[in-house]
């Protein structure tokens, strides 16, 4: 029922609400970030093994970790979507796909950067990166065909839908690719499995982990009210806003 | 009964019709009018339930459709813009489908309904190489054998002959008589007894009114 | 219940019969392209016995994509689709049959003409028994996952590329599991655990994907 009683304000609501929400995701992502990466590029200790190249894993992992709390917020929120039929929901599916596409990119990258160096190749096909590349497919899939539909309100359903048997693929299509490679692979050591890092190593990577995943609620929140304002530019309540920004531009100047 | 309160239907960010509301009762036919694209066909898509409002709530015999949707479509038939008829299959393994699927209750002589809608000698041949008009035909005959209350039809006389017309608004007449109901649209003026006609006329929403 | 199941099966069966090249081209496909590797890579029997699993399950996949396009497209096109889904029984039900009757059609001649391949490509009888297996267990759950992308992409002008896109990345671990069982067969393993491993999948996507499928085609036909 409560979904008819007021479509127009609730968008309008969460419009405002996350625009206060945003500025904070960005004051703890930044200074998290230089952080981070000042600790660990400069301060922390170099790998035994691998050296200064092993670095990587300060943008790799948390990269790696935010692409997979990307889909499971996309999960969320499609199962909201479709369960109690709220628009919203299947707006943040849309507004969070093309981030977490980008995270899986960024960890696919440095992923197979950080293969130069170990493996003496910038692909092998390892586990976690082969993960990564379908987990990009189901992204890049996911996004296609949200983009098809020229009604965006089915859209976003057809996007939620194929999220949620994503879901139930995912694991099984990691738990596979797993397997497959300690057939095919055997022997290879996986850079990943350290026993446990040393606590001079492990807290930069957390600060990093802090930042990536602040910086994914940032754009979230940032392609949210952008989808926002586009699916409902025809309200009053978006025209007025437009008039109200403009007006004040133009004082400004 | 049918009823339709505050309807809103919204296609592509665009209002079709807002706060549509009607009733239909038992021995009514309801002619729904309005010019091209003013949202006929999206309005019947909502009635038997292929897609849902905006906003309001369609209730059949006070109960919402989409409640229970398999108990709604026992007596419901719609007939749409796309006849539903398969091309490479006679007319006769057409029709006994819909009446093994959708009405097996029904005492069912293909060959009579046959008959009653022209196509006798045409049985079986493919319907691909039928005619549009008798095409059409197929797809109208599943009246014929219906035990639905409630017959939705979408431009049921395209492509049908005079004569034909008047064969299908007698049946509706006796589907009325009978308590059933109906609900169409055409662009031919019927000849249908003022007891059980009623017209609703879709107007194009006031330009300020276009947008969700 | 079961009577509607037959009778949606029947349909299919009897429009299929009557425009037989929509079931045989895909077999056709399936064939050449099985045919095109040896012609690409050399005769080598052992070399062609040791990427056959790869080279068959690829094809299939291929050649099941290419079924997919008359799984919903022309019911969606003449109307029949949107009656079915105003028949007063579950959609669940009879989106079920309609795969099934997909999946005689399409899934089953590719077990049929599996022998003549595992001929081509050297396969000895282990090996072959263990494809014959993979298959048989493995494009059910193809025909099940296609139609989650047919039935999302139904409405869309351009969904041939599309529905390649978002369903070759789910049938990963189908590929997978298969080509590892025929494998096993190869070295003189139990494949066993991987045929369990596939059933089991299949049992998931029988229960499951009827759902999704519903689910989409009410967005897709709307």
Redesign the interface.
């Known amino acids: 029922m409560w979904k008819w009683l007021h479509p127009y304000a609730k968008a309008e609501k969460s419009y405002i609400l996350s625009g206060k929400l945003m500025p904070w995701f960005l004051a703890l992502a930044l200074p998290t970030f230089i952080v981070g990466m000042v600790w660990g590029l400069a301060f922390a200790p170099a790998d035994y093994q691998q050296g200064d190249s092993f670095r990587i894993i300060y943008i790799h992992v948390p990269a790696a970790m935010m692409a997979m709390g990307a889909y499971s917020t996309m999960a969320i929120a499609a199962f909201i979507g479709l369960v109690w039929q709220i628009r919203l929901a299947e707006m943040t599916v849309a507004a969070t796909a093309p981030i977490g596409a980008v995270y899986t990119f960024i960890a696919l990258f440095t992923g197979a950067a950080w293969g130069k160096p170990m493996w003496g190749a910038w692909w092998v096909w390892d586990a976690r990166l082969t993960s990564e590349l379908i987990l990009l497919f189901v992204y890049l899939g996911i996004i296609a065909l949200y983009n098809a539909f020229s009604d965006k309100v089915l859209a976003g359903r057809a996007a939620s839908i194929l999220t949620l048997v994503g879901v139930i693929n995912l694991p099984i299509i990691h738990f596979s690719v797993v397997w497959w490679n300690t057939l095919h692979q055997g022997a290879t050591i996986t850079k990943f499995d350290k026993p446990s890092m040393a606590t001079e190593m492990l807290i930069p990577l957390l600060i990093m982990i802090v930042s990536f995943a602040a910086f994914l609620g940032f754009m979230v929140l940032y392609r949210f009210r952008n989808e926002i304002l586009q699916r409902e530019s025809h309200r009053p309540w978006v025209i007025a806003l437009v008039k109200s920004s403009s007006s004040n531009d133009s004082q400004g100047a | 009964m049918l009823q339709c309160k505050n309807l809103t239907c919204v296609r592509e960010e665009r209002i079709l019709f807002n706060n549509l509301s009607f009733t239909l009762s038992a021995g009514e036919i309801l002619h729904v009018e309005g010019p091209n694209g003013v949202g006929k066909t999206s309005l019947f898509r909502l009635l038997v339930g292929l897609s849902s409002p905006y906003a309001g709530e369609i209730n059949w015999q006070q109960q919402s459709i989409m409640s229970d949707r398999e108990s709604y479509y026992k007596t419901m038939l719609y007939i749409g813009h796309k006849s539903g008829i398969k091309p490479e299959l006679t007319a006769l393994e057409n029709l006994q489908f819909y009446h093994d699927l959708y009405n097996p209750k029904v005492e069912f002589d293909a060959w009579e309904v046959l008959m009653l809608v022209g196509l006798v000698g045409y049985e079986n041949v493919p319907t691909a190489q039928l005619s549009a008009g008798q095409q059409r035909r197929v797809a109208l005959a599943r009246m014929w054998f219906s035990d639905c209350k409630l017959w939705i039809l979408d431009e049921p006389f395209t492509a049908i002959d005079k004569k034909g017309v008047k064969v299908i608004e007698d049946l509706l007449i006796q589907h009325a008589k009978k308590g059933g109901m109906v609900v169409l649209t055409t662009h031919q003026d019927l000849s249908i007894p003022t007891e059980f006609y009623k017209k609703l006329i879709l107007h194009k929403p006031t330009t300020g009114e276009q947008y969700v | 219940m079961f ?2 199941f037959i ?2 099966v029947r ?1 299919e069966l ?2 299929a019969f ?2 037989q090249s929509d079931i045989l081209n895909p077999i056709w496909f399936f064939v050449i392209v099985v045919t095109l590797f040896p012609l690409g890579i050399g005769t080598d029997p052992a070399l062609l016995a040791r990427i056959a699993p790869g080279i068959i399950w690829v094809a299939a996949l291929l050649a099941a994509l290419l079924s997919f396009e008359r799984l919903f497209k022309d019911d969606y ?4 689709l ?2 079915l ?7 669940t039900w009879l989106v079920s049959a309609k795969i099934f009757a997909h999946w005689l059609l399409t899934g089953l001649p590719i077990l049929l003409v599996s022998p003549l391949l595992a001929v081509f490509l050297s396969l000895e009888v282990n090996t072959f028994w263990a494809l014959f297996l993979t298959l048989l267990i493995g494009t059910p759950i193809l025909s099940l996952l296609g139609a ?1 992308g047919v039935a ?2 139904i ?2 002008r ?2 041939g590329v ?1 529905l390649s ?2 369903m ?3 049938s ?2 189908i590929l ?2 298969s080509t ?1 069982a025929i ?1 096993a067969a190869t070295y003189g393993q139990s494949y066993l655990g991987l045929l369990a491993l596939l059933a089991a ?1 299949l049992v ?1 996507a029988v229960t ?1 994907a009827p759902f ?1 499928i519903a ?2 085609l009410r ?4």
Do not use: C
């Open positions: 009577n509607a009778q949606v349909k009897l429009g009557r425009q096109i003449d109307g029949s949107e009656q889904m105003l028949a007063p029984h579950p959609l989650i999302l992409t409405g869309l351009k969904g599309l896109l978002i070759l990345p789910l990963i671990p997978i599991f590892m494998d999948m998931a499951l999704a689910a989409s967005v897709s036909v709307s």
